[in-house]
């Protein structure tokens, strides 16, 4: 427990982890060493400035924020963007897409790693823990940026009838769990052009290359990769299986026809393990209809990779309507005790599109606009920076107890960033825990 001054009163409140604060984590950009590729001595801006800049735009979900720190330090002599996100200078939009253009997503991935690190040594990631303590990666391709004119050397080109399109797109990682409803975004995999091949890069290898990179945190948390059909081919399984990871991925009919030959002849002589349970939705009752079946041969051939298969029904109990039907291949063996609850992770992957790839594009990150795009990184890396910010407000979420409390008073995220730019715009602050506390108090909060 620590204290803190509130109404000028000692108001006991435990803080969150130092690591986990957005304060932390800006001191650890600042001391970056971000690839600057000017040369001589005349240099206006510091390549980290921009960093921290591009940052503050995606964490107060305000394009025009820095323009308010401009005319805050004009009249002020100084503003937030240097007490609260700790720039020496703030950089000029232009200034930014410049120095960032040559800096590799790669210089900032270590954040990820470590945020989810802290979060397991605080406890905070307990809440996503599903099979007895391990823990589920949804991987889902996204699209963020298209263009008919604009391109890069990282961009995709796809030909059309109207002509070529250049396309930005990114495997979007995120921890997902049953009955959780934030996503805790993870280190993207872009699908770019690859030193080596002529051939247009793809969701598939660029998961696997994921895969290969995060091997060491994947084998800490005993990972459990989640994905669509497109993911339960014999390669990508096989790849998740050496990195010592489990799956659970989507697997429909039409695309595994000698997998479902087994399932249809051992179904057929009524052998295929089935069991149902009735469950109450609040409004009428469903019936939820589990099969399962191990060691299946994911395809023809004598190499085939065994696998293991389940599939779940639910019918409105009363109608006999169908309300959900799926099916799914996993690497863990099936039993009847474990079948629902290993179906439930499987069905947690739509969170990559609800709850990660929804948001970052209609709740205030806007990942599909075009924030600058250069020739080398800048497209990349500002996604980068973007899904940083999402990971800070997640990780706010659920482990900063002021945040949280103003957050409920004042309603939806949106309010809040209305509220905390207006303040910035007139208001000096030392650092972020001070907006936080400052704004605790106009409410008139207790602490839970």
Request: aromatic content about 10%; glycine content about 4%.
């Amino acid at each position: 427990m620590q204290q803190f001054e509130i109404w000028n009163e000692r108001v006991n409140i435990r803080y969150m982890r130092q690591e986990l604060t957005l304060d932390a984590f800006i001191q650890r950009l600042k001391s970056k060493r971000l690839t600057d590729k000017r040369t001589g001595q005349n240099v206006q801006y510091e390549v980290n400035d921009a960093a921290q800049a591009a940052f503050a735009i995606f964490f107060m979900q305000s394009g025009s924020f820095l323009a308010g720190q401009r005319h805050l330090r004009q009249t002020k002599g100084k503003s937030n963007a240097q007490t609260v996100f700790k720039m020496e200078r703030i950089p000029t939009d232009t200034h930014i897409r410049n120095l960032l253009d040559p800096v590799s997503p790669n210089e900032l991935s270590d954040e990820y790693r470590f945020l989810l690190t802290q979060l397991a040594d605080s406890g905070y990631l307990s809440q996503w823990y599903v099979l007895d303590r391990r823990l589920a990666f949804s991987l889902d391709g996204v699209y963020y940026f298209s263009s008919q004119k604009i391109s890069c050397a990282q961009c995709q080109r796809h030909e059309h009838e109207q002509g070529a399109i250049y396309l930005h797109s990114a495997i979007t990682p995120v921890v997902v769990a049953p009955g959780q409803t934030q996503v805790l975004p993870y280190v993207p995999a872009f699908i770019i052009p690859q030193d080596g091949t002529e051939k247009q890069d793809c969701e598939m290898n660029a998961a696997k290359r994921w895969v290969q990179q995060e091997e060491p945190l994947l084998r800490q948390h005993r990972a459990i990769l989640l994905g669509d059909d497109l993911y339960s081919r014999q390669p990508m399984c096989e790849n998740v299986l050496d990195s010592g990871c489990d799956f659970i991925f989507v697997c429909h009919r039409d695309s595994h026809p000698a997998l479902y030959a087994v399932v249809d002849a051992v179904a057929n002589l009524g052998r295929l393990p089935t069991f149902s349970h009735r469950h109450w939705n609040g409004r009428h009752g469903e019936i939820w209809t589990y099969r399962f079946l191990n060691g299946l041969p994911l395809r023809a051939g004598d190499d085939a990779l065994l696998v293991n298969w389940c599939d779940l029904q639910i019918i409105h109990e009363a109608t006999g309507e169908i309300l959900y039907r799926n099916e799914w291949i996993t690497s863990l063996l099936l039993e009847e005790e474990n079948t629902p609850e290993i179906v439930a992770c499987g069905r947690a992957r739509w969170k990559s599109e609800n709850e990660n790839n929804n948001v970052l594009k209609n709740h205030g990150y806007h990942i599909d606009h075009n924030f600058g795009h250069g020739q080398e990184h800048l497209s990349t890396t500002l996604l980068t920076l973007n899904l940083l910010a999402f990971l800070l407000h997640t990780i706010a979420q659920v482990a900063d107890l002021i945040y949280q409390q103003v957050r409920r008073a004042l309603g939806t995220q949106r309010t809040f960033f209305n509220d905390v730019e207006a303040l910035l715009r007139y208001l000096i602050f030392s650092d972020w825990r001070s907006v936080l506390k400052f704004m605790f108090d106009q409410l008139e909060l207790e602490p839970d």
